[in-house]
């Protein structure tokens, strides 16, 4: 495995379990006001996150052995991409269910 994406992976593991100890380091979460803050089911907001972080970092690892052993190593690298950008697009549009604003 890549030293590089293998230190990715284990970087949104150790994400998830960070945002689940600290929700301000959630971008959005960490500038409302108070009174906005009252409005967002903060337990499951860290629950989503930390789920969706270790997932993507779970996932790169097992993408990864899959592509080289399977795959041209021309292409190795791209289930990479996919798994980070839509494990993203998951976790922002998911975590909007947690927020009674309208």
Known sequence: MDSGQLA???FFM???VLVYRFPNLLAGYNTMSEEDKAKVDVEGLKKWSRNVFVIIGVLLILSNYVSHSFADP???DYPFYVIVVVGLVILIAGAQKFSARK
Request: proline share 0%; charged share 0%.
């Open 8 to 10: 990715l992976a284990f």
């Open 14 to 16: 150790a994400l998830g």
């Open 74 to 76: 021309n292409y190795a």
